[in-house]
């Protein structure tokens, strides 16, 4: 599994890198003894790392949060557990921030001790969101989100997805425009997120997409994703 010590997951509103990034955080969670998530998204009130924290805990996962998370407050505190992190070399970090370039100005509080570090910056993609359905507007963003946070961006996640109606024509349409838009950025797609009922409803339950990546068509490594953020009335 392609992952760094300091992992962080940026992209525009309906990007779903909060799903990615919890996804993400599970998985070093299986890996490593001390794997933290951190929710640095302060623009999105819905979709919170904070949703899935009972899950990530049981599975081993420490969650830190801002003090007002999942709160009608407006202006979150971030806390000083963030520090403890950046410090502790024993941990294996996954940071969530979320609300494009605006939410990327919160991260760039941290910059200098992250850019000590050994990161990953990766901007999660969804090219069915109006804000990065092209070449032109992917590249747009990710020089806005750089540019805030400070931080290079050092890969990019395909996202693609229309929720339980996704298809495989439709990740992969999303891998033709990212991987054209990674070549002219000079990055590389880390990965593919994919939820796992997508596979299921396809090919049956026992499919293994990661083993069969050159017959489907998707290219690289595949994460492979349970749903665990919902809105209010999904719950």
Same mark, same amino acid.
Not at 31 to 44: E, G, H, Q
Not at 54 to 73: Q, S
Not at 77 to 99: C, H, Q, R, S, W
Not at 179 to 203: C, D, H, M, Q, R
């Given at each position: 599994?392609?992952? =760094? ?5 940026? *992209?525009?509103?309906?990007?779903? =890198?909060?799903?990615?990034? !919890?996804? &993400? ?17 302060? /623009? %999105? ?14 599975? *081993? !996962? ?28 024993? &941990?294996?970090? !996954? ?6 370039? /605006? *939410? ?5 509080? &941290? ?10 910056? &990766?901007? /999660?993609?969804? !090219? ?8 032109? =507007? ?17 890969? +990019? /996640?395909?996202?693609? %997805? ?5 298809? +495989? ?34 090919? *049956? ?15 690289? %490594? ?14």
């Amino acid at each position: 599994m392609h992952h =760094k010590r300091i992992n962080i997951f940026t *992209g525009n509103f309906g990007s779903g =890198k909060t799903e990615v990034s !919890v996804n &993400y955080a599970m998985r070093l969670g299986e890996i490593f003894n001390r794997t933290a998530i951190v929710d640095l998204d302060i /623009v %999105n009130p819905y979709f919170r790392t904070a949703d899935a924290k009972e899950e990530l805990e049981r599975k *081993g !996962v420490l969650v830190i949060t801002p003090l007002f998370a999942n709160t009608n407050v407006d202006i979150p505190a971030l806390p000083p557990e963030i520090n403890m992190l950046l410090e502790n070399k024993e &941990y294996t970090a !996954v940071f969530d921030v979320g609300g494009d370039d /605006v *939410g990327a100005l919160a991260l760039s509080r &941290y910059k200098e001790k992250i850019m000590e570090e050994d990161y990953g910056h &990766y901007f /999660v993609v969804n !090219v069915n969101r109006p804000m990065t359905n092209s070449v032109e =507007k992917i590249k747009e963003m990710f020089y806005s989100i750089e540019e805030s946070s400070g931080l290079k961006i050092t890969g +990019i /996640v395909n996202n693609t %997805n229309l929720l339980e109606n996704t298809r +495989i024509t439709d990740i992969l349409k999303g891998q033709e425009i990212i991987e054209k838009a990674a070549l002219e950025l000079g990055v590389p797609v880390v990965f593919t997120s994919i939820f796992k009922g997508i596979f299921n409803k396809n090919y *049956g339950t026992n499919y293994c997409p990661e083993a069969d990546t050159e017959r489907i068509g998707i290219k690289g %490594n595949i994460l492979l994703m349970e749903k665990m953020i919902r809105l209010p009335w999904e719950k």
